[in-house]
Structure formats: C-alpha cells, structure tokens
C-alpha cells in the first residue's frame, strides 16, 4: 500500500517538468492527482495516462493563471473532478507548482512583464491557497514550489526571484494560521531541475549549469518530486512553515 493511498492531490502545473514528476510521484504513492495545466492539453493527457498506465488514478484540470476568473475556472474543474471520483470535493494535498520565468536583466523588466510574473507565481498561489482552506482536510498538505534564487543572486532574474520570495511567506503565515487543524505548510526550493526546454540539449550549457551543484550534475524532476511527496506523507508531520532547501547543494556556495 502507497504512503498516499486515498488520499487526493491537486499539483498546479502538472503538464511538464517538475509538476509531472511531482504527479507521477504522488499518484504511484496512491493519491488520485488533479493534473492541472494552462496550454498543454496534450502533455497534461500523456501525464494522466502514464499514471493510469502505472496503475494510478488522474484527471486533468485546465485554468490559466494570470488572467480573470482563473481561480473560479480552477476549482470548479477540480471541484467536479474529485466529486465524480470520490463522491466528496476533499482535497488533502495542494502543491503549487506553476510558475514562469522573466529571463530579462533588470533594466529590462516592464512593469507588465513584473504584473504577470506576481499575478501567475504568487497572486495565484495565494488565492489557490484561500480557495482550498475550505476542501482541505485536517492533517492535509500545502506544498509550495520556490526556487533557490530566494538566496542565490541571479540578476536576470531578479523579478522572478521576488515572485518566490513572496510565495515562500505562505509558508511562514499559513502554517501558524492552520497548524492548530494539522495542515502542514512547506516551501520546496529547487535548483537548476532539467525541465526538458532546449537548453537542456546544449552539452556547455549543461556543464556550466552542473558546477553549480555539489553534486556536479543538473537535478531531474524527480529530484524535486521526491522531496514533495516525502512532505506530503505522514513521515513529515511534523515539519511546517519549512525552506527545504532541494537544489542539490547549489546554496552551499
Ligand atoms: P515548466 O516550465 O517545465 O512548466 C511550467 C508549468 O506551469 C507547466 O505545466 C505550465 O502549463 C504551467 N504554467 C505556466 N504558465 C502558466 C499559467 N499562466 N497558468 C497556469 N499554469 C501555467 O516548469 P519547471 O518544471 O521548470 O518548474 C516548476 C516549478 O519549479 C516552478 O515553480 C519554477 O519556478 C520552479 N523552479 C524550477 C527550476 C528549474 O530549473 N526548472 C529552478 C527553480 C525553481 P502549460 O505547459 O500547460 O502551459
């Protein structure tokens, strides 16, 4: 029997990259997964199929972050989704994992692009948050998806980074705020994670990347998607309002 078995999951982002391995993870523990995606219809479809093919329970969720009614258009497909498999819209897992990128210098950042960048990594995660209060069960999980760059200076990314370091705060706020209903409230900080975009297919921009680690290699998702499933076990109860620090020893400098 999976360390997660019947309990339920939401994992924003889910399509690709670190959310999919998250999903896969989660669901081969046992949790029915809500896979949600903004764009990518078909890879979200694939990440459901390759848990059920493992023998695991998915449906997929769109909502794009970012523009109006995002939240509504979330949680009624969750809603709906969970109700048709479980008879009950409980929730016991939420990880927010989507997020952009800016990939600009900071001369460069219009106030449009730093907009979108808080309204997709950190405005939606709040109210995602707020929506599921009334969903989660006592004991459940949130798990929020940071980035090492809260402590590593990358100036191209200095919007990005704020985006995280204000999602991080969710942790600190909602894990007092929920604690005393067993809710657990954690940020997972990865570091350079292979995602699957061109980059990853240059050798010198991968070697360049991998000195970054103290393990002298890029993380895979899974990496990342190990550690959010250990916290959303029972074995991590009693860590909340939690930086864990999932870079591959990228911080140690
Ligand atoms: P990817 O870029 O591979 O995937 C991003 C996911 O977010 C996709 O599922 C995408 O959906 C979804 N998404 C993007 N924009 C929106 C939007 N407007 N509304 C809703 N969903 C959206 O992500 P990674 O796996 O690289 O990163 C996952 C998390 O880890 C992010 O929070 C990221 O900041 C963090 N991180 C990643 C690092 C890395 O090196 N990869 C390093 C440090 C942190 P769709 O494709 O369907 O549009």
Redesign the pocket.
């Known amino acids: 029997m999976g360390k997660l078995t019947n309990k339920t999951a939401l994992v ?9 391995a998250t999903a896969l993870r989660l669901a081969r523990e046992g949790a029915l997964v809500a896979v ?6 078909e ?2 479809l694939k990440t459901v199929a390759d848990i059920e093919a493992a023998g695991g329970k998915a449906f997929a969720v769109r ?5 109006p009614g ?1 939240i509504d258009t979330l949680f009624e497909a969750l809603e709906n989704g969970l109700k048709e498999r479980t008879g009950t819209t409980t929730l016991d897992i939420l990880v ?6 800016g990939g600009v210098p900071p001369e460069e950042v219009t106030p449009e692009l730093f907009d979108r960048l808080f309204a ?2 950190a405005k ?1 995660p709040f109210f995602i948050v707020q929506r599921a209060l009334g969903l989660l069960a006592d004991g459940g999980r949130i798990i929020n ?5 809260t402590k590593f200076a990358n100036p191209q990314e200095v919007a ?1 980074a704020m985006t ?1 370091g204000a999602v991080e705060q969710i942790a600190l706020h909602f894990a007092r705020h929920l604690g005393a209903r067993g809710i657990t409230v954690n940020s997972v ?9 061109p980059v990853f297919d240059i050798p010198e921009a991968v070697e360049q990347m991998s000195q970054m680690s103290a393990f002298g290699q ?2 895979k ?1 899974a990496d ?1 998607g190990d550690v959010v499933a250990f916290l959303a076990s029972d074995d991590a109860r009693w860590i909340t309002g939690s930086f864990i620090d999932a ?1 591959g020893g990228t911080l140690l400098g």
Do not use: C
């Open positions: 924003t982002g889910s399509s690709r990259g670190i959310g999919r949600h995606y903004a764009t990518g219809e890879a979200a909502s794009e972050f970012g523009v995002d927010n994992n989507a997020a952009i990128m997709i990594n939606a998806i940071s980035s090492g760059l990005y995280k900080a990865p570091g350079i994670t292979d995602n699957g975009s890029v993380g998702p990342v870079t």
